[in-house]
């Protein structure tokens, strides 16, 4: 118990004192959320990303096991959404909201800061979590807005989205000067590290500044299914995925954290922009940031003792 209120303290307290004050600046100025947005996605993230993917020795073995990793744990969860909203009887626009709010999980301005406490900063436990993210972002745009595009018409061109998000780029741009141990000039590298130093308390701020903008509707059962497996069955899954590929250490328990995330804001963000059942993915959001101060301490307490 002792080790369960240390965790507590000293990881998940942190980041939720910088989202509080997220949530009071957004009450008390009504910021821009689309500008933080844009800072975050557009300048943030992706100087962010390069710089620790640069920084990082890592082999290509390490790489591939995360992409199986991601690539098995994304398809199993895909399975089970995609069962569980045939069992509800959801209609196709709200099946595709709710499997979205399972596969998308905050991987970015959560997960980040998660792993930088978890780990102390440890570089390899980082790009972990780094290539993590950009994975997800890959998927959430691309796969995400294709699949509320294609309910109407004419979308197809949606499935291109991502290419336009400079993460991809950062990623590529950080792996491959790292392999090719190219040299980065001072006043490249310099601001380079000012804007990946600034990502983690300013996407924290930005996800509380969110948080305060989702409305709570009512409390729908359906909600807490999808809590339920992201929060509780996602985790169980990694660990299966974990164990049948054999990781340890460090690397596992990485990714075990990592998939216990709650469900991304950009979920909601989306399903706000394509009209599709918005009120029902900000709640799933809302929700599973709150309980995961819970699920998540409990994964990381769990990966102590199992890895």
Do not use: C
């Not at 557009?42 to 390069?50: A, D, M, N, R, S």
């Not at 406490?117 to 959430?140: E, G, R, Y």
């Not at 995400?144 to 061109?157: D, E, N, P, V, W």
């Not at 509380?208 to 909600?223: C, E, H, K, M, N």
Request: proline residues 4%; positive net charge; glycine residues 4%.
């Amino acid at each position: 118990m002792e080790a369960f209120l240390i965790i507590v303290k000293d990881i998940i307290l942190p980041v939720f004192i910088i989202m509080g004050l997220g949530f009071f600046l957004q009450k008390k100025f009504d910021l821009d959320l689309q500008t933080l947005a844009k800072l975050n996605i557009y300048f943030l993230v992706p100087g962010f990303i390069f710089v620790k993917l640069y920084n990082t020795t890592f082999s290509g073995q390490l790489l591939l096991q995360i992409v199986v990793f991601f690539i098995l744990f994304i398809a199993l969860l895909y399975i089970v959404a995609t069962i569980t909203a045939r069992l509800i009887g959801f209609d196709k626009g709200k099946s595709t909201t709710f499997s979205n709010s399972i596969l998308f999980f905050n991987s970015g301005n959560y997960g980040v800061p998660v792993n930088d406490l978890v780990f102390k900063s440890d570089p390899v436990a980082m790009s972990i979590q780094v290539i993590i993210l950009t994975l997800q972002n890959i998927l959430l745009f691309s796969y995400g807005i294709f699949s509320l595009q294609s309910i109407q018409i004419g979308k197809l061109r949606a499935l291109f989205s991502y290419f336009k998000m400079p993460v991809l780029y950062a990623m590529l741009a950080g792996i491959l000067l790292n392999i090719a141990n190219v040299s980065i000039p001072t006043f490249v590298w310099v601001p380079a590290n000012y804007v990946a130093d600034a990502m983690v308390a300013m996407a924290l701020l930005t996800l509380g500044a969110q948080v305060a903008q989702l409305r709570l509707i009512s409390s729908l059962p359906t909600v807490y299914i999808s809590l339920a497996i992201r929060l509780i069955l996602g985790p169980i899954i990694a660990l299966g995925i974990i164990r049948i590929l054999q990781l340890d250490g460090i690397i596992a328990q990485a990714l075990f954290i990592a998939s216990a995330m709650p469900t991304a804001v950009n979920s909601s963000v989306i399903a706000q922009e394509y009209n599709n059942h918005p009120n029902f993915a900000a709640q799933i959001v809302l929700f599973s940031t709150m309980f995961s101060t819970i699920t998540v301490t409990a994964v990381i307490y769990l990966s102590r003792l199992l890895f």
